[in-house]
């Protein structure tokens, strides 16, 4: 079964810190998503990625990076965190012929003090 | 921009009772599809259901089914004889054409399933 792993469960970090959220599929799938969860917000679409090296904006990029340096990783970079992103993140994978569903990640629920 | 709306943030019912969650979306577009995904206290979403536009048959997943009425934009989730493992989030999600798309999620119902 494909396995989507995010590096961590929970995160506290400082203002202003550099923070880096990872996360790696197993199923040589091309599409990644980074989504963000919000009580009463759902899931938020940050970035994408079709394939290695490309990305696209989502709805909500603002505050936020990515890498996809290899197809299996797909960061997400917060340059200078900020208390309002605090929330939980997803990561997805999809394998791109496909519709049938994406493949997500346990989140790590990021706490910016 | 196509949007998602799940109008039920919370709902409960009984142990073996069936339940409806509601779901209505807005798209001009004319090929697309649709999904439900539960996510449990582990936080793993789980593709609980897809349905084709252009298919009129509504999608069946043994006690889950979906009533997907295409004029009205509505697209909800039929949960029959509940269980406890039935207590999740469940999310309603856009996603139109084929291939690399991205998926539009609702603002989710938190359903309790009471023993």
């Known amino acids: 079964d494909v396995k989507v792993t995010q590096s961590s469960r929970y995160l506290v970090k400082r203002t202003g810190e550099k923070v880096f959220l990872e996360c790696v599929q197993d199923m040589d799938h091309e599409n990644m998503f980074w989504y963000r969860q919000d009580p009463g917000l759902g899931l938020r679409l940050i970035y994408f990625?079709?394939?290695?090296?490309?990305?696209e904006k989502g709805d909500i990029p603002e505050g936020y990076s990515v890498s996809r340096e290899k197809k299996e990783r797909f960061s997400l970079i917060l340059e200078s965190a900020s208390t309002n992103q605090t929330s939980m993140y997803l990561c997805a994978s999809r394998d791109s012929p496909s519709v049938e569903k994406l493949f997500f990640g346990s989140g790590t629920q990021l706490s910016v003090l | 921009a196509q949007t998602v709306t799940q109008s039920q943030p919370e709902m409960s019912v009984q142990e073996a009772e069936t339940v409806t969650l509601s779901c209505t979306y807005d798209t001009s577009e004319s090929n697309y599809y649709l999904f439900w995904y539960k996510q449990p206290p582990s936080r793993q979403m789980i593709l609980v259901i897809r349905q084709e536009a252009y298919k009129q048959q509504n999608a069946t997943e043994n006690r889950f089914s979906v009533n997907f009425q295409k004029a009205a934009k509505s697209f909800s989730l039929k949960i029959s004889d509940s269980q406890l493992g039935d207590t999740a989030m469940y999310f309603c999600a856009f996603m139109k054409g084929f291939g690399n798309e991205k998926l539009t999620f609702g603002t989710g119902t938190r359903l309790t399933i009471i023993p």
């Open positions: 990625s079709y394939d290695v090296k490309m990305k």
